[in-house]
């Protein structure tokens, strides 16, 4: 856990506080069709307006490579951040070519445009980092989800003004030292998705730190073959036979229980409502598909949650976007909701379509934590530090 300084630190009458946000919302005809990121972040934008900051905020939006791109302007995200914030925001537009003058009073707001709109920022650019931190007094990253890159708006800036975690930040922090650097034990890791090859490094780490791991989906069929069961049709990683062996071997070795489908559900075709059986996993006739796991499988997973003092979830157990194939997926993931309801265990979730396998279940709101940033919390269970987050450290 970084011995990062809160906002609490932060005296804000008078001062220009530069903030770092995640405003890659989904626009749809110049409208936010999904505002969840921005009230994420409202709570510390309204503290640091309330304690009388002038708050000028960073973000990108979308990939335009260094260059103007109007269609990826932030501009359309000004009045949703304005109507989720409940105060006023403006809008300044600048090509970043040269330092914009700003000139934010106490208690104001100000969106700048797209940091995206400079080649350096992708770059972390030390002379765009310094053209940002010339904006304000003092910096606050309250974006996790853009903390796995290292640019002039999430790293270098953080190195050349004082640097402190936004609520949003703090919190996911905090979610992810209860879920691995101080996880109360047992600790169970449920990792499913499509391919194995996406988190061999993952697995990699989650091996040497949880108790149990959970294998479902997709990539649950390549450890299936490595140990000889038929797969048939079904998604299978063939070439990563013998990297499904060493995993299996590494998780022994470190004394983490591997937790592998024993029946599971197939259909012959990959689409909704395609007629499917449930069966024992030696019982996979070749021209089946594997598309969840079975009913058996789902009892003993339950059972091992009933254990568990913390779950860490990545990945759904099936193929949960076509029924009836999000059985399996939807079944633990209500236990486990029910489990931290009654207070028995700490569940935290995220990462590529967690979230919305949890939505679809309807337990999403039920979870202790649920991360919204994909390769961030991705790269923080791999084990890896992240950028953003160690230059908010204290020296
Ligand atoms: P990921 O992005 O790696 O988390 O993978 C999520 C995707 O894996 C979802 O779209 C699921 O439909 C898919 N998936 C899960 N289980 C299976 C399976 N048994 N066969 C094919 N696709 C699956």
């Given at each position: 856990?970084?011995?990062?300084?809160?906002?609490?630190?932060?005296?804000?009458?008078?001062?220009?506080?530069?903030?770092?946000?995640?405003?890659?919302?989904?626009?749809?005809?110049?409208?936010?069709?999904?505002?969840?990121?921005?009230?994420?972040?409202?709570?510390?934008?309204?503290?640091?307006?309330?304690?009388?900051?002038?708050?000028?905020?960073?973000?990108?939006?979308?990939?335009?490579?260094?260059?103007?791109?109007?269609?990826?302007?932030?501009?359309?995200?000004?009045?949703?951040?304005?109507?989720?914030?409940?105060?006023?925001?403006?809008?300044?537009?600048?090509?970043?070519?040269?330092?914009?003058?700003?000139?934010?009073?106490?208690?104001?707001?100000?969106?700048?445009?797209?940091?995206?709109?400079?080649?350096?920022?992708?770059?972390?650019?030390?002379?765009?980092?310094?053209?940002?931190?010339?904006?304000?007094?003092?910096?606050?990253?309250?974006?996790?989800?853009?903390?796995?890159?290292?640019?002039?708006?999430?790293?270098?800036?953080?190195?050349?003004?004082?640097?402190?975690?936004?609520?949003?930040?703090?919190?996911?922090?905090?979610?992810?030292?209860?879920?691995?650097?101080?996880?109360?034990?047992?600790?169970?890791?449920?990792?499913?998705?499509?391919?194995v090859s996406s988190k061999l490094e993952l697995l990699g780490n989650l091996s040497g730190l949880a108790n149990t791991i959970v294998i479902g989906g997709g990539m649950a069929n390549t450890f299936l073959a490595a140990q000889g069961?038929?797969?048939?049709?079904?998604?299978?990683?063939?070439?990563?036979?013998?990297?499904?062996?060493?995993?299996?071997?590494?998780?022994?070795?470190?004394?983490?229980?591997?937790?592998?489908?024993?029946?599971?559900?197939?259909?012959?075709?990959?689409?909704?409502?395609?007629?499917?059986?449930?069966?024992?996993?030696?019982?996979?006739?070749?021209?089946?598909?594997?598309?969840?796991?079975?009913?058996?499988?789902?009892?003993?997973?339950?059972?091992?949650?009933?254990?568990?003092?913390?779950?860490?979830?990545?990945?759904?157990?099936?193929?949960?976007?076509?029924?009836?194939?999000?059985?399996?997926?939807?079944?633990?993931?209500?236990?486990?909701?029910?489990?931290?309801?009654?207070?028995?265990?700490?569940?935290?979730?995220?990462?590529?379509?967690?979230?919305?396998?949890?939505?679809?279940?309807?337990?999403?709101?039920?979870?202790?934590?649920?991360?919204?940033?994909?390769?961030?919390?991705?790269?923080?269970?791999?084990?890896?530090?992240?950028?953003?987050?160690?230059?908010?450290?204290?020296?």
């Amino acid at each position: 856990m970084p011995n990062f300084k809160s906002i609490d630190n932060v005296d804000g009458s008078g001062k220009r506080v530069v903030i770092r946000l995640d405003l890659n919302v989904p626009i749809e005809n110049g409208k936010v069709t999904d505002a969840t990121r921005i009230e994420r972040v409202v709570p510390t934008l309204r503290e640091l307006l309330d304690k009388k900051a002038a708050v000028i905020v960073l973000a990108h939006f979308d990939r335009p490579k260094g260059k103007v791109v109007p269609e990826m302007s932030l501009k359309p995200v000004a009045p949703a951040l304005q109507s989720g914030l409940g105060r006023p925001v403006k809008f300044i537009f600048t090509d970043w070519q040269s330092a914009p003058t700003v000139s934010a009073k106490p208690g104001e707001c100000m969106l700048m445009e797209n940091t995206r709109y400079h080649a350096g920022e992708e770059k972390n650019d030390a002379g765009f980092a310094k053209t940002l931190a010339s904006l304000g007094d003092i910096f606050v990253n309250d974006a996790f989800s853009a903390a796995h890159r290292a640019h002039s708006s999430t790293e270098g800036i953080a190195h050349l003004i004082p640097a402190y975690a936004g609520r949003a930040m703090e919190a996911e922090l905090r979610a992810l030292e209860q879920a691995l650097e101080k996880p109360k034990r047992p600790l169970i890791a449920v990792v499913g998705g499509a391919k194995v090859s996406s988190k061999l490094e993952l697995l990699g780490n989650l091996s040497g730190l949880a108790n149990t791991i959970v294998i479902g989906g997709g990539m649950a069929n390549t450890f299936l073959a490595a140990q000889g069961y038929p797969v048939g049709k079904s998604l299978c990683e063939h070439d990563l036979l013998p990297i499904a062996k060493e995993i299996i071997a590494t998780a022994k070795s470190k004394g983490c229980t591997l937790l592998l489908p024993t029946d599971v559900v197939v259909a012959k075709e990959f689409k909704a409502n395609s007629p499917s059986r449930n069966i024992k996993i030696a019982d996979v006739a070749a021209d089946d598909m594997i598309l969840d796991a079975g009913t058996d499988t789902v009892t003993r997973i339950n059972a091992a949650f009933d254990a568990a003092k913390t779950i860490v979830w990545n990945g759904p157990l099936g193929a949960f976007e076509h029924t009836p194939f999000d059985k399996a997926t939807v079944a633990c993931a209500r236990h486990v909701a029910k489990l931290t309801k009654s207070g028995r265990l700490a569940s935290i979730a995220g990462g590529g379509d967690t979230v919305s396998a949890l939505n679809h279940a309807g337990v999403a709101g039920d979870f202790t934590y649920i991360s919204t940033a994909g390769g961030a919390f991705l790269e923080w269970l791999e084990g890896k530090p992240l950028p953003g987050v160690k230059a908010l450290e204290r020296t």
